[in-house]
């Protein structure tokens, strides 16, 4: 990264000194580049009735695109599409807390950060600068420093507390309130010789299925035993290596997939993303049976009703051999609206410009409208006022 050249002298360096950290949005991120978000990230194409779909259900989704930095929110409605964003340092999980209205995002860089994000509930009154109008945008209200070897992906509530997995660790961890983080859950073959592999990737345990409790969970990996060969070695085995572990036995419950992603538990059923070969399906049996085939590496799932959205995400071209029963040039970026009974696509959004997407999750559209940056048009005086003054529930 290039640096500004430096200023000639005190008076210069001073001033360049007091311009820094004025916008908002480097500030919520804590990230000086946040305010830079190229406008073709944006650029979209929806096919059939995607924004009808988002306004039937209600819902304002929310998506993690991990190598663009960004958090994206996408509302319909009677006025037209609304698209805004957050930029965070990576983001990838994604957990929404509807009864408390708290939005956890993973910011996986080192260190590791879990962003917590609230709607506003209005402004204080101030004699100075009005409050906006607001649309209950959500901000950030907390986040949370981990090392970075934990290598946060996935997060999850089970029980009411926030859990990730620590793929760096090959293990399920608690994210306490007070900072705190205890290992969980892990699976019994990182035992394999004996204490714990606690200090290494060996397995890529990305996702998890979240139940009522651990035992009740289910979580996914790319494969069920430890080697000499690791995660992101370009010579690590994945076809059909991938499996679905049971959070009560700690022993494979589904096996057969190719670096499965965004495990998701939906009425007793385990919905998961085949990523390699870009399927969804189900883990029924001890096997993995695909519904839908899509365009691209699948990674993000959310399931309302009947309806799936799944996401789809270009295949890094170092890791080509890692999708072997996919078109890699051939994939795209995207959400898709997929029926669970029948695997048919109803309608889709695409990124021309997009990478990658990690996680899907939702609040309802009544209680946030998505977040203080509009994709389609800048307006920082407004959102500089919305900082000014905003407050959330836990302020009144």
């Known amino acids: 990264m290039s640096r500004a050249p430096a200023p000639d002298g005190p008076a210069e360096l001073h001033q360049e000194q007091h311009r820094r950290f004025r916008d908002p949005a480097q500030l919520a991120a804590q990230w000086a580049g946040a305010g830079e978000a190229d406008p073709r990230s944006f650029e979209h194409r929806a096919r059939g009735p995607w924004w009808d779909i988002l306004d039937e259900l209600r819902i304002t989704l929310l998506v993690t695109r991990e190598h663009e930095h960004l958090v994206l929110a996408l509302r319909g409605g009677p006025a037209g599409s609304r698209v805004s964003y957050l930029s965070l340092p990576h983001p990838s ?3 929404v807390d509807r009864d408390r209205r708290v939005v956890h995002v993973a910011s996986t860089r080192n260190p590791n950060q879990v962003f917590d994000l609230m709607p506003v509930a209005g402004t204080l ?3 100075d600068r009005p409050g906006p109008e607001t649309s209950r945008e ?5 986040s949370r420093f981990y090392p970075g070897c934990l290598y946060i992906h996935d997060l999850a509530l089970i029980g009411g507390a926030l859990h990730a997995n620590a793929v760096g660790e090959n293990a399920v961890v608690r994210l306490l309130d007070d900072g705190r983080v205890e290992r969980a859950w892990w699976p019994r073959c990182i035992e394999a010789d004996g204490p714990p592999m606690f200090g290494r990737n060996h397995i890529q345990l990305n996702s998890i299925a979240a139940g009522a409790d651990l035992d009740g969970s289910y979580f996914s990996a790319s494969s069920a035993r430890m080697t000499g060969r690791r995660p992101g070695h370009l010579n ?9 572990f049971s959070g009560a036995t700690r022993e494979p419950m589904a096996t057969g997939l190719t670096r499965p992603h965004s495990a998701r538990l939906d009425r007793g059923t385990v919905w998961v993303d085949n990523s390699g070969y870009g399927q ?4 029924l049996d001890g096997r993995f049976e695909p519904v839908a085939s899509l365009p691209g ?3 993000g799932l959310c399931i309302l009703g009947d309806l799936a959205i799944v996401g789809t995400s270009r295949v890094i071209p170092r890791y080509r051999a890692y999708a072997p029963g996919l078109d890699v ?6 959400l898709h609206a997929v029926e669970l009974k029948t695997g048919a696509i109803r309608a889709s959004l695409t990124w021309p410009f997009g990478n990658q997407i990690f996680a899907i999750d939702w609040l309802p559209s009544d209680v946030s409208g998505g977040f203080p940056w509009l994709a389609s ?6 959102t500089g006022d919305l900082f000014y003054s905003f407050e959330t529930e836990l302020d009144r």
């Open 236 to 244: 690590y085995p994945v076809d059909g290596q991938g499996v679905i």
């Open 93 to 95: 999980g994604l957990a």
């Open 297 to 299: 590496w699948t990674r």
């Open 280 to 283: 969804l399906g189900v883990a």
């Open 329 to 334: 040039e051939a994939s795209h970026c995207g």
């Open 125 to 127: 009154d101030r004699l």
């Open 377 to 382: 048009r800048p307006r920082p005086g407004r």
């Open 138 to 142: 959500l901000v950030p209200v907390r």
